[in-house]
């Protein structure tokens, strides 16, 4: 069975699934399908799949001009119907891993499709998991469905974990440049996996096995989380010493070896970063160890927007005017630069915990129209010398590229810049 896989590799002939179609499933289908292979996407959500049949991208990184002559080709469908997943060769799940309301793994979108898998999945398949997850979830989870069936791996069918490095809107590193690493159950798993992918990628990196795969995605990502919150402690130790953070955060970034520059910030948003660590910590409390730099840099940085808040409410009180009444104008509420995405922003804590105290608080963000806090709709105003005339303080959140900065300091009556950009402008009043 290894060889026919390995042969269908090499000739193109393997059919390839994909299950989960959004920012990680779809540039996939894409990457395959352009590297040869035929490429059946499978999503629950039926107006997802419809459009995709009609060509169209809902994914703001795949242009619907490079999915629709792929799927006008014949190269390319999309369906809803799971039961399908018996035709194809290769299965790829890239379905979402998010935290429950307790902050524990939610996997119920990787147990969905698994369980999509076993009354189909037969001798001569390939499954690979792609979702990012804590280390051990490819074997506890997937195998056993898979000898359920009194299917071999290794030998009747093939497993392993290959995690997704996507990063949206990275105009760098897309799915196809992005070295990809892959851990096999078995052997030869890796080997089935390393012929499939290899057309598809520029590099592979292989590992020993999938936990080392699953612990290379949480390592990346922890790492990101933790140096994120030393910078922050920074902002918080230089503040209380009356130094400023960006000034030393410069400074030790001219050091050409030994360090990397990261920056303080209103907290840590996105979909990856503030869920990834807490499903390696949750896999460790299982095993009685205590994850104390994640837990401790998820602290810091869940402190900032409360950090923040009282920088403004300070910065009104020079003014001798409190929080309460006050008109604040928050600048950027998506999670980082130039994008839409509001997931786990800190800047709706900071609205949030403004609103709490009883201020005024309008929001500009020229990518997201309107928020809901706690059922208050806020949309959107514009960014005018008049708005910002008329805030008793403006906060800078998230520094957009396109935000009219020099409009912001000719009129600011008081300034609190999360993100350094004016100075980073050269306009820090
Ligand atoms: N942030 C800071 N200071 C920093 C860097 C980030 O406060 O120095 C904040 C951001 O504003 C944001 C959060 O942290 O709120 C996360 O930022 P991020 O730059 O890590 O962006 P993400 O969440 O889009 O992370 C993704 C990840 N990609 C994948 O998981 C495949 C991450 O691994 C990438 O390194 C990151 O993109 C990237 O480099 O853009």
Redesign the pocket.
Known sequence: MEQTLVAKAADRTAVFGVIGLGYVGLPLVVELARAGYRVLGFDVNQRVVDRIQSGESHILDVPSADLAPLVASGRVAATADLSRLGDVDVVSICVPTPLSKTKDPDVSYVMAAAQSLSPTVRQGQVIILESTTYPGTTRELLLPILEKRGLKVGSDVFLAFSP?????G?PTWRTKNTPKVVGGLTPSCLKVVLALYGPVFDRLVPVSSPEAAELVKLL??TF?SVN?GL?NEMAIVCDKLGVDVWEVIEAAATKPFGFMK????PG???H??PIDPHYLAWKMRGLNYKTRFIDVAAEVNSEMPAFWVRKVSERLNEDARPVRGSRVLVLGVS??PDIDDVRES?ALDVIKLLLVQGADVRFHDPFVSEINEDGRVLRSVPLTAAEVKAAHCVVITTNHSSLDYGLVRANAAALVDTRNALRERGLRK
Do not use: M, Q, S, W
């Not at 997704?164 to 949206?168: K, L, M, Q």
């Open positions: 997704e490095r996507v990063d949206p990275n990346e990502n990101r994120i910078a990261f920056t303080p910030g840590l948003g996105g990856c970063i999670y980082k800190p």
